[in-house]
């Protein structure tokens, strides 16, 4: 008698919200970018769309003056920064309650991304980022895995892309 | 879809991540109070309209920056794309293309 082992996946792709984190928009020149750098303790990436991360912040290079960290809630980066305003003026604003962070996971995580997003987010490598376009709404796109993504959605984008991504998600789960 | 490069991020992206700006290399008025009124029309309206080769503006969504593009109009190619602030590229280098 021969039996088939069956592996049953609960979905090709998982969809979760992630916990709330704190995320602050940099502004700075080139010219005080090092000394940022040294109060905020992290390494100031100057590539678009590479990042980097110490102590729980992770800085991401959204421009060439841009930049967006994360942290943990409740840790203080504005102080050390306002310490230093003077010599090197930056801006650096709050933003956590702006977005919110999905994690998409699973094996079709690439055909959901790619229903929707006009970059080859297939060539995107692990461990980088990237703001771009989910069906017109800005998001911004982590690559964590293979098949592992975190999207950050802005608050007022979220339900059309949520819709979005929950018809494709019927539809990848259908085999269309 | 058309791919364009991005200076600031030295990436070709789809056209849908881009947003177009207008012309290119429309210096403001140094002295605005100075200007005659068909001057300040000129500089608030009148565009080349150029068929063929034409000095353009885009936006990236991704790095929020605007470039300088050279788009033909006829055929829709991008001959090159240069960061703002940049001198106008001149017409003779699209031909290596």
Known sequence: ?176 | MLLIHCPYCDDTLPELEFAYAGEAHIARPADPSALTDEEWRDFLFIRTNARGPHYERWRHIGCGRLFNALRDTVSDRFLTTYKAGEARRPLTNEAAE
């Open chain 1, 1 to 176: 008698m021969t039996y088939e082992k069956h592996q049953f996946h609960s979905a090709p792709v998982l969809i979760e919200d992630l916990a709330p984190v704190l995320r602050l928009s940099l502004r700075v020149k080139p010219a005080h970018r090092d000394t940022l750098a040294r109060v905020l303790g992290l390494d100031l990436p100057v590539r678009v769309g590479a990042r980097s991360a110490a102590a729980g912040t992770e800085a991401l290079c959204l421009g060439p003056d841009e930049w967006l960290l994360t942290a943990p809630e409740g840790t203080d980066l504005t102080t050390p920064a306002r310490a230093v305003h003077a010599d090197a003026p930056h801006s650096l604003v709050d933003i956590s309650d702006r977005e919110i962070t999905l994690r998409l996971t699973g094996p079709a995580v690439l055909d959901l991304l790619s229903a929707c997003c006009p970059r080859n987010v297939a060539a995107m490598p692990v461990g980088a980022a990237a703001r771009t376009v989910f069906d017109s709404a800005t998001v911004i796109l982590w690559r964590d895995g293979i098949d592992s993504f975190r999207m950050d959605v802005w608050r007022s984008f979220a339900p059309h892309v949520r819709s979005l991504l929950a018809q494709v998600q019927g539809e990848i789960a259908a085999g269309l």
